[in-house]
């Protein structure tokens, strides 16, 4: 447990315990930056089994902090899957019917090439030598992953919030490999509030003196209370002011009255608290710079000068959209514009907005709706596949 | 956004109208009951767009196609001629401007299909006529000051109304009170007076 503790290398960034597949010189990946990146490995997960058709291949993108262990224990925090929810044996993304597959993001820290991973022209961490990785390099990278697979058409690719901008990208990119495409909580292009954000992050990282200019492992250390700042303040956006009301209101943690000092008095800080301290032992710190970055720089229509339905012309991949009413890092009003632009390509698709009071984070929640939303539209669309039941 | 007490006997004559395999796009599809059966008698491409997010999620997931919206804004997201037919039923007359969604329907569709209840009916007269109040019927279950219908029209003003676009009425039907087919050879008048509900199947001029 706890893998990335400070003065180590990052061991699961370079021999991740999943799955990794390696690319040699002979087969680069090219980045929007404009170099290439080789070699690069993609680290991954795969749960059930692919059919002889490989028909039945579903693509799950995590988000900004998630990684490939979705349905299985995670090696760094031992903790269950941050899908398994919904994907598993008997589950609704039913593993004993469908292939799926998980990969860790290029720039992330679990085993994909990332700014901790060993850049291999100086034998050290990359750190920022590691060129900005767009939302479309890692979509690029997983489509050299399901080229390995032999897999022509995924049968269907889902993902939240950053993983939501992949499904994009993948439906908008390679739509002739996408037989049915599921954003959830996400956006064709990151707000300015949302960069806003972000920068906030990026900025209490590089603001923390054992964060070195991204060399920290070299000096044997970690900016852990950088990162730490900068997840409590992105935790604020996953949750809604009605949700943290109601779990914490202004209740004081382990005592009778306010001490008049700067300790947690509320329960509130304390759990903030507790979720930066837990995040820095799962997350580096540099990934989560390469991570925002990736988000802050996506937008599907300005790569389609302007027009957001031209980034689906001629799509015959079925979509299904899902938003959540307290959501305000990706409102409803950033799904209702992609469907607004899927309809005016003449695109199949539905979109459903679900009330919750739990924010941007719902996705990850048992959400009864989302659920049966997620199983309507994965059976009508196996139903279209020919898969059977 | 169907907004009728009826059992909807006009949706069978709706489906009638549309030869297998068509693409439609049933705009006010409330709890998809439409689109289901084009999608089991006649294997149609069906979309729907609802305006209340209840009846979108169970579309949904009942694995339809079908997002929120409403008919009087989001219709001019939609391209020319992008459907086979447009289907407009019994949700007419709950639009804040039924003459434009009529409008975007021909313009979206090859052809549109219009339900209505005809407001033109005996009973609906009979009860302004000798209760002096306005008409609360087992077809039309609200009261006035609470009812989503706030655009109600006859069978002859729907005709006028087709006429003013430039629309062919190819095609047209009443349903009595039983939802039987009223016989085609009568005329308009009969039609507007014994008629509850009307379908009208058009195609821009």
Not at chain 1, 1 to 10: S, V
Not at chain 1, 35 to 47: E, R, V, W
Not at chain 1, 311 to 331: E, H, I, Q, Y
Request: with cysteine.
């Amino acid at each position: 447990m706890a893998a990335l503790r400070a003065g180590k290398t990052n061991n699961e960034a370079d021999q991740p315990s999943s799955p990794v597949l390696r690319f040699g010189a002979d087969k680069p990946l090219k980045l929007d930056a404009g170099t290439l990146l080789s070699p690069f490995q993609i680290a991954y997960q795969t749960y059930g089994t692919l059919n002889d058709a490989r028909s039945n291949a579903i693509l799950v993108c995590h988000a900004l902090t998630g990684d490939q262990h979705v349905a299985s224990t995670n090696p760094v925090t031992g903790k269950p899957g941050w899908w398994e929810v919904l994907i598993g044996p008997g589950r609704i993304i039913d593993t004993n019917r469908f292939f799926v597959i998980c990969s860790n993001v290029i720039g992330g820290c679990l085993g994909s090439t990332g700014p901790a991973s060993t850049n291999p022209a100086t034998g050290k961490p990359y750190g920022l030598d590691l060129p900005v990785i767009t939302i479309r390099d890692m979509v690029r990278a997983q489509q050299m992953l399901i080229d390995h697979f032999g897999i022509e058409k995924l049968f269907c690719v889902l993902g939240g919030s950053m993983g939501g901008m992949q499904v994009l990208e993948w439906a908008s990119s390679y739509p002739e490999r996408v037989f049915s495409a599921l954003p959830i909580a996400t956006g064709a292009r990151h707000s300015s509030q949302n960069i806003a954000f972000h920068e906030v992050g990026r900025q209490a990282v590089m603001a923390d003196p054992d964060w070195h200019g991204g060399k920290y492992f070299e000096h044997g250390k970690r900016p852990e209370k950088g990162l730490a700042v900068a997840r409590m303040a992105a935790h604020i956006t996953y949750l809604s002011e009605a949700a943290l009301h109601r779990k914490f209101g202004r209740n004081l943690q382990d005592r009778e009255a306010l001490t008049f000092g700067f300790d947690a008095d509320f329960q509130i800080e304390s759990y903030l608290r507790h979720q930066g301290m837990t995040f820095v032992d799962r997350f580096d710190a540099n990934s989560y710079l390469y991570m925002t970055r990736s988000m802050d720089y996506f937008d599907l229509a300005a790569d389609h000068g302007g027009r957001l339905a031209d980034a689906f012309a001629g799509t015959k991949t079925r979509f299904c959209l899902v938003s959540f009413t307290s959501d305000w890092l990706f409102p409803t009003e950033e799904s209702r514009s992609i469907v607004h632009a899927l309809n005016a390509a003449g695109a199949s698709v539905s979109f459903v907005e679900i009330e919750t009071d739990r924010g941007h984070d719902a996705f990850l929640l048992d959400e009864p709706e989302l659920f049966a939303a997620i199983n309507g539209f994965i059976g009508s669309a196996a139903r279209a596949r020919g898969l059977s039941a | 956004m169907s907004v009728n007490g009826s059992q909807r006997v006009d949706l069978e004559v709706v489906a009638n109208l549309i030869p297998p395999q068509s693409r439609v796009l049933d705009v006010g599809s409330g709890d998809g009951s439409l689109l289901e059966l084009l999608q089991d008698t006649k294997q149609v491409d069906g979309r729907g767009l609802e305006l209340s997010q209840r009846g979108v999620n169970e579309c949904v997931a009942r694995g339809l196609s079908v997002i929120q919206g409403d008919a009087d804004k989001d219709l001019e997201f939609y391209p020319d001629k992008g459907f086979d037919f447009v289907v407009l039923s019994q949700t007419l007359q709950a639009t804040r401007n039924p003459k434009l969604v009529l409008d975007e329907l021909l313009r979206i569709g090859n052809r549109a299909i219009v339900s209505f209840p005809n407001f033109g009916h005996w009973r609906v007269r009979l009860s302004l006529f000798v209760k002096g109040r306005m008409p609360v019927t087992q077809d039309l279950p609200y009261s006035w000051y609470d009812t989503p219908n706030i655009h109600f029209c006859t069978i002859r003003d729907f005709v006028n109304l087709c006429e003013e676009l430039g629309a062919t009425v190819e095609k047209a039907t009443a349903l009595d009170a039983a939802g039987q087919k009223i016989g085609l050879s009568m005329p308009w008048w009969f039609w507007n007076f014994f008629g509850q509900q009307a379908v009208f199947l058009l195609k821009r001029s």
